[in-house]
């Protein structure tokens, strides 16, 4: 999803603050600052439209974390700066910057910190990691796009408690400040809020609370139960994520879930496999499956290839072969 964050002054005015407070003579900028990115290049031949070459996208990362409680984590992507058609052997000129994040977060014990800003929505695996060369395939599952928004602007508690050999984290959150900007066929939601708790052993297992509501004059408000799970064991790792989303009067509102597999085959490729199901009010009803393979290059490149396949026509995500190569610089 594609928006506009403007910042809440109010949080970052605390943020501030409190790090002023807690240092005298705060540490130089410099010492701290990282600055990397991402792209992503792909081919897309779908079934019922031309092939398409496009150069998705291009993200510039910035972090700071210096020797006092504040950090500070930056985003910007530059999205689909080149897409050529086969068809009419045209480039189509659909290039816009995103701000995907732009938050400081403040310690404010040990198991407690503060985030003010734009955050990528704490829900689920799959829209948490979201970066091109952190994810296995090209295309994303339905269910972790069409029934929250990718990305909330507001404030955020967080933290973690360590048990033994595992880790219990919590997060909590809710929206201050509404997006500004959104692309035409971009799903727009508001009153966003909930909260998130995992627990990470040799099975990671996940539960996603969220209410929302669609910025539509006649849409409910929503609340939405998500589970996920994320398992390794040898040369096979499973994940999936499952949502059901109802009204407040308890009709349905949408819902879905997707199974994935990753197996090592040698030489660092892998053989990957994906079943989904999706269904809201607003798209219908789909269903997915995927077969395909990704080797990895480097351990920053990432080349996939993968047949998608199904029922259901969903706004930008293609049924047929898809190809891209994914690095992090």
Same mark, same amino acid.
Request: hydrophobic letters at 45%; proline letters at 9%.
């Given at each position: 999803m594609k928006k506009r964050f403007i910042l809440s002054v109010t949080s970052l005015l605390l943020l501030c603050k409190l790090a002023v407070a807690e240092e005298a003579q705060p540490p130089t900028l410099d010492s701290g600052l990282s600055i990397g990115g991402y792209s992503s290049l792909?081919?897309? $031949?779908?079934r019922d439209s031309a092939t398409e070459l496009a150069l998705d996208n291009l993200s510039?990362? $910035?972090?700071?974390? *210096?020797?006092?409680r504040l950090k500070f984590f930056s985003e910007l992507e530059l999205e689909h700066p080149f897409i050529w058609n086969k068809d009419d052997h045209s480039t189509k000129k659909e290039a816009n910057f995103d701000l995907e994040r732009l938050y400081l977060d403040y310690n404010l014990s040990e198991k407690l910190n503060l985030r $003010? *800003?734009?955050?990528?929505?704490? $829900?689920g695996n799959w829209n948490l990691l979201h970066a091109a060369p952190l994810v296995w395939t090209s295309t994303r599952p339905l269910v972790t796009s069409r029934l929250f928004p990718s990305s909330t602007n507001g404030l955020m508690l967080y933290g973690s408690v360590p048990m033994q050999n595992s880790a219990f984290e919590y997060t909590f959150f809710a929206e201050t400040l509404k997006d500004q900007v959104h692309d035409d066929d971009e799903i727009r939601f508001r009153d966003v809020g909930g909260a998130r708790f995992t627990f990470n052993n040799q099975m990671n297992l996940g539960l996603t609370l969220l209410t929302l509501r669609e910025i539509d004059p006649h849409s409910p408000s929503y609340r939405l139960v998500g589970l996920d799970f994320l398992h390794k064991f040898n040369d096979l790792e499973l994940s999936g994520e499952a949502y059901y989303r109802f009204t407040d009067s308890g009709q349905n509102g949408g819902g879905g879930a997707y199974l994935q597999s990753a197996y090592l085959l040698g030489n660092e490729w892998y053989a990957l496999t994906r079943l989904e199901t999706f269904q809201s009010p607003r798209d219908g009803s789909a269903e997915r499956w995927l077969i395909g393979a990704t080797k990895r290059l480097t351990p920053k490149q990432l080349l996939k290839m993968e047949f998608v396949g199904g029922t259901g026509g969903i706004p930008d995500e293609p049924r047929g072969f898809i190809t891209s190569y994914s690095v992090l610089f």
């Open positions: 792909s081919i897309k $031949a779908p510039l990362i $910035a972090h700071w974390e *210096g020797e006092s $003010a *800003g734009r955050f990528l929505t704490p $829900a």
